[in-house]
């Protein structure tokens, strides 16, 4: 039973077009974090999000985090192919460990 | 500063083998982690160290792993009898002590790709 669900798993999509990529659980977390990771790396972070309803934007990337700090989403406005990669969430459950959602993998086609 | 490393970068080895796995966390921090991506997948939480004692083990898949940590610094994971199934991208991250229950940034490795034939 996977925790946190990530949906879609797969998305691909023409370079310029906008998308939404989506992270849900039954669980209350006390934070949730955005990775993204590329072939043969280990992921990267992106953000934290701390607050339930907290909106945070990084260029073309907005992350939220639901009201019940149980989902997030992060939209990309404008995908460029260098934001192909694997996106993963994952939520925190106490003060050091986190749970991690399958990923969601993105290619932005030219 | 450096970052997380691991090695070996690959590892091939046949089923019935043990393998050892080594993790160099970045210098200072307290918390080092262990986990799992099988191909095209999320990670899988293995183990993860406070110091160098393990709170919480509850990741490790069955008996044939386990991991230490030395000095507050350098962690191995070792599997014994590798079956088939083990083969996927073991990931090392460290991370600072966490401020607040929020969680602090983990920084990964760029992990070790097993493949046990």
């Known amino acids: 039973t996977q925790l946190l669900e990530q949906s879609p798993q797969f998305l691909s999509i023409q370079e310029g077009e906008n998308l939404t990529v989506y992270c849900n659980s039954s669980?209350?977390?006390?934070?949730l974090q955005w990775y993204r990771q590329e072939p043969g790396e280990g992921p990267v972070l992106l953000v934290t999000v701390v607050t339930g309803g907290e909106v945070k934007k990084l260029k073309r990337l907005t992350f939220q985090f639901g009201d019940a700090r149980k989902d997030s989403s992060l939209h990309i406005t404008a995908a460029q192919t260098g934001d192909t990669g694997l996106y993963l969430c994952?939520?925190?459950?106490?003060?050091?460990?986190?749970?991690f959602g399958q990923g969601t993998r993105l290619t932005i086609n030219p | 500063g450096a970052g997380v490393s691991q090695s070996p970068s690959n590892k091939v080895t046949e089923k019935g083998k043990d393998v050892e796995l080594r993790c160099d966390p970045i210098s200072g921090h307290t918390a080092l982690y262990w986990y799992r991506q099988r191909l095209g997948q999320g990670l899988e939480f293995l183990i993860y160290?406070?110091?160098?004692?393990?709170?919480?083990k509850s990741g490790l898949p069955s008996d044939r792993f386990s991991a230490e940590r030395t000095g507050e610094s350098v962690s191995t994971l070792t599997i014994q009898r590798t079956q088939q199934e083990d083969s996927a991208v073991y990931l090392c991250?460290?991370?600072?002590?966490?401020?607040?229950?929020?969680?602090?940034?983990?920084?990964f490795g760029p992990g070790t790709r097993l493949t046990v034939l």
């Open positions: 160290f406070q110091g160098n004692s393990a709170p919480d």
């Open positions: 994952a939520g925190a459950k106490g003060a050091q460990k986190l749970v």
């Open positions: 991250a460290s991370s600072p002590i966490a401020r607040t229950s929020g969680g602090s940034e983990q920084f």
């Open positions: 669980s209350v977390f006390s934070s």
